[in-house]
C-alpha cells in the first residue's frame, strides 16, 4: 500500500472518533496530529509527530493536564503512579508518536501499569467475564466497541493492547530511556479468584512453514492455568484444555461477532497479507462478509473477539501430561516510533516493541533509545511463560500488571555503555543481552515498511544484525578492537532466537557481564532456571 492510501484510510477511519477535551500545555506536545483515539477534526493534516516538550513538565503532571487531559488517568501523587487499566488507557495495535498521554512522569518515578493480553477473548468466562476493566476493554456489541481503534489502520493490522503511553518528562530524540522491571504480578479475575491465559497456535507461528504431520492446516488455542500452593506461592502453569478454530467437524467454523461499524466499516481482514516466500496461503485476504447481521471469523484475523467456542469443542486430554516453569515477562513495550504515522504493534524495532525476549521479567533492565519527545513508553503483551523463539505465534499471554521505574539519560551525558544504542538493550544482574531484528529499523530500511516487513525476515539477516549488534556494543561499552570483540563473542556469549513470529524476527547474544570485571576474582557460576536466563538461586516467583 502507498503511503497516501494508509494515509487516507487512517484520515476516513478517524474522522468519526470521539472529540477529547485537550489540555493546553501539553497540546503542544501530544495533540499535534490527529490520533486514533484523540479528536481528529482537521482531515487534511497528516498524521504528524511530536514536536515539542512541555516547558515545566513537573507544572504539567500535578495540575493542569492531568485535571484536563482525557487520557491522563494515573492516580498516585509525587513520583509514584497508577495506572488503572480502562478501555480509555490503552491503544489497540499500534504505537503512535501523536498519542494521548495516559501520565506523565520525571526522571526517577515509579509507575505500576495494569495491562490486558489481547487473547483474553480466547475463554471470555474465564479471562474476562466479572472483571470490569477487561469486559470494559473488550465490550463490543452491536452498538458499540470501546476500543474499536484496532491495528496501524484500524483495520486489525496490529494485535496487542497497549497501555499507556506514559511521557517521560525532558525526553528528546537521542536520549535513553531506562526501564527497570520491578515487579510483574499476574491479574486474577475477582470473579473466580484464578488467572489463566492463552497459548494461540495461529497462522503466523513456525508449524506453518514447517508442515503439519497430517497435512492439515489448522489454528488451535490452548488455555492454561497458573497454579498456586497453599500459601499463594505461585507453581507453574498447566494446559487446562485445547479447542481449533475453523473445526466444522465438531461444529464450529469460528467466532461470530456482532456486525459493529467501526468509523463507518465492519471490522475485515482486508490488509492481510501473505507473510513469507514460503507458499503459505492458509491465513485469507478476504473481508468477512456481514450475514444474518453477524460476521464469522474462520481464522485468527482480527484482535479482541471472543471465540464463543460450544464446550463440545474443548479437549481435554492434554491434562496431567506436563508442567510450564512460571517466568512472567513483557512481551511489547517500547517507545514511540519516530515514523510519522502509526507503527504496527506487531514488528519490534530500534524502539523496542515486541521483542518478545522472555528475558524481559522482573530484575531486568531495558534501555530504550528515544524516537519522539517525552519517548511516550507504551506496554502491554504480557505472558506468564515462552520458550525461546515464541514458536507457534504466541506465548501463554496472560494479563499482568508491572511495576517500573523510569530513568531518562539524556545525550551527551549518559553511560559509555549506552551511549550509542541502536537497539534495545536489556540488563540484568549477571548479564547484557543485546537485540537484534532482521532490520533494526525497518521503518526506515525498507519501503512500504508495514507491509514489506513480513516478506523480508530470514534467521541469515537476523543472526548477522545480531552479530553486528554485539560487536558495536561491547567495542564501544569495553573499549575493544574489532578482532578483540570478534574473539570475546565466539568464546563466551550464546546467541539465541528470540521469536520467529513477528514479522521482524528476533535473535539475541548474551554477554556475561563477569568478563569485563577484571576485579572479580570469582568464578563465574552459569546455573540458570529452566525457562530464564537467571541464576538458579535468584528469587522470580511473586506472590499474589
Ligand atoms: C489542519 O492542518 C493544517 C496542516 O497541518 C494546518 O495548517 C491547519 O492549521 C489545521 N487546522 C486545524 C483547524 O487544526
Ligand atoms: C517547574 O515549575 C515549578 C514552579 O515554578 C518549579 O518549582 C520547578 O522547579 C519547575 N520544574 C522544572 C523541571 O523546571
Ligand atoms: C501552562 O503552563 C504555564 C507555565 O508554564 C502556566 O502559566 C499556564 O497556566 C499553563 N496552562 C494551563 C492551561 O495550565
Ligand atoms: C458494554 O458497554 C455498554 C455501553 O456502555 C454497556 O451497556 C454494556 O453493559 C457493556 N457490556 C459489557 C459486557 O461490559
Ligand atoms: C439468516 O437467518 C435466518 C433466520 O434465522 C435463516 O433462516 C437464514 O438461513 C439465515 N441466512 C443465512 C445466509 O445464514
Ligand atoms: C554488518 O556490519 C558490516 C560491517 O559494518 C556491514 O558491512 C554489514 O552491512 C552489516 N550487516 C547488516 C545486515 O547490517
Ligand atoms: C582502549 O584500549 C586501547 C588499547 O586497545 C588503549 O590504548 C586505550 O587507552 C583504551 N582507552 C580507554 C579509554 O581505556
Ligand atoms: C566488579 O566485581 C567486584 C567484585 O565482585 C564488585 O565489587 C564490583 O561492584 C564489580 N563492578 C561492576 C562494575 O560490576
Ligand atoms: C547465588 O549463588 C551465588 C554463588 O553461590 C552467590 O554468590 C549469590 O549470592 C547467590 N545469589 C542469591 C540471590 O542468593
Not at 465490550?139 to 481503534?149: A, E, G, L, M, R
Not at 521505574?405 to 551525558?413: E, Y
Request: proline share 7%; charged share 15%.
Amino acid at each position: 500500500m502507498k503511503a497516501c492510501t494508509i494515509i487516507a484510510v487512517f484520515l476516513a477511519l478517524c474522522s468519526q472518533s470521539r472529540a477529547a477535551t485537550q489540555a493546553q500545555n501539553l497540546t503542544r506536545a501530544a495533540a499535534v496530529a490527529p490520533s486514533p483515539s484523540a479528536a481528529a477534526a482537521n482531515t487534511s493534516a497528516p498524521p504528524a509527530i511530536l514536536t515539542d516538550v512541555p516547558t515545566n513538565c513537573t507544572l504539567v503532571a500535578s495540575s493542569s493536564v492531568a485535571s484536563g487531559g482525557r487520557r491522563l488517568q494515573a492516580s498516585g501523587s509525587g513520583s509514584s503512579h497508577y495506572i488503572p487499566l480502562s478501555s480509555e488507557v490503552v491503544h489497540w495495535g499500534y504505537f503512535y508518536g501523536a498519542e494521548e498521554p495516559a501520565a506523565v512522569v520525571v526522571s526517577g518515578d515509579e509507575i505500576t501499569v495494569e495491562m490486558a493480553t489481547q487473547h483474553a477473548g480466547d475463554d471470555y468466562d474465564k479471562m474476562v467475564r466479572g472483571d470490569p476493566a477487561m469486559e470494559d476493554v473488550y465490550n463490543w456489541t452491536f452498538n458499540q466497541i470501546n476500543v474499536p481503534f484496532r491495528g496501524r489502520t484500524g483495520h486489525g493490522d496490529g494485535v496487542h493492547v497497549l497501555t499507556g503511553p506514559i511521557y517521560m518528562c525532558g525526553a528528546e530524540p537521542g536520549d535513553v530511556l531506562q526501564v527497570d522491571i520491578i515487579d510483574l504480578v499476574p491479574r486474577v479475575n475477582p470473579s473466580t479468584g484464578k488467572t489463566y491465559g492463552s497459548n494461540a497456535a495461529a497462522s503466523w507461528g513456525y508449524q506453518f512453514r514447517a508442515g503439519f504431520l497430517d497435512g492439515v492446516k489448522r489454528e488451535v488455542i490452548t488455555i492454561y492455568e497458573i497454579i498456586r500452593d497453599a500459601s499463594n506461592k505461585l507453581l507453574y502453569a498447566v494446559p487446562d484444555y485445547q479447542f481449533r478454530y475453523n473445526d466444522p467437524a465438531n461444529g464450529y467454523v469460528g467466532p461470530v461477532t456482532p456486525c459493529t461499524e467501526v468509523y463507518g466499516q465492519m471490522p475485515n481482514s482486508a490488509v492481510n497479507y501473505e507473510w513469507n516466500n514460503y507458499g503459505r496461503t492458509y491465513r485469507g485476504n478476504t473481508p468477512v462478509p456481514c450475514v444474518n447481521n453477524t460476521q464469522t471469523w474462520t481464522s485468527y484475523l482480527y484482535p479482541g473477539i471472543i471465540t464463543t467456542h460450544p464446550t463440545t469443542t474443548e479437549d481435554y486430554s492434554i491434562r496431567g501430561k506436563f508442567k510450564v516453569p512460571i517466568n512472567f515477562h513483557i512481551g511489547n513495550m517500547g517507545v514511540a516510533s519516530a515514523y510519522p504515522q502509526t507503527v504496527d504493534s506487531v514488528p519490534p524495532a530500534i524502539h523496542g516493541g515486541n521483542v518478545d525476549d522472555r528475558r524481559i521479567g522482573k530484575g531486568a533492565t531495558m534501555y530504550y533509545p528515544v524516537q519522539v519527545p517525552g519517548a511516550l513508553l507504551s506496554l502491554g503483551d504480557t505472558h506468564t511463560s515462552q520458550g525461546d523463539s515464541e514458536f507457534d505465534g504466541t506465548a501463554i499471554e496472560t494479563s499482568t500488571t508491572a511495576t517500573l521505574k523510569l530513568t531518562l539519560h539524556k545525550k551527551g551525558s549518559m553511560p559509555q555503555k549506552i551511549s550509542k544504542l541502536n537497539f534495545p538493550l536489556l540488563e540484568n544482574s549477571n548479564e547484557y543481552v543485546v537485540h537484534g531484528f532482521t532490520y533494526n529499523d525497518y521503518l526506515k530500511e525498507l519501503d512500504n515498511p508495514s507491509t514489506n516487513i513480513y516478506k523480508k525476515s530470514t534467521l541469515d539477516r537476523t543472526f548477522t544484525v545480531a552479530y553486528n549488534n554485539t560487536r558495536d556494543f561491547i567495542m564501544n561499552a569495553f573499549n575493544l578492537t574489532e578482532d578483540q570483540a570478534i574473539t570475546a563473542i565466539t568464546v563466551a556469549m550464546d546467541f539465541g532466537v528470540d521469536q520467529v513470529v513477528d514479522g521482524n524476527w528476533g535473535v539475541h547474544c548474551i554477554v556475561p557481564k563477569w568478563m569485563f570485571n577484571m576485579s572479580d576474582m570469582t568464578p563465574y557460576s552459569p546455573l540458570v532456571m529452566p525457562g530464564t536466563s537467571k541464576p538458579a538461586n535468584m528469587t522470580l516467583q511473586t506472590t499474589l
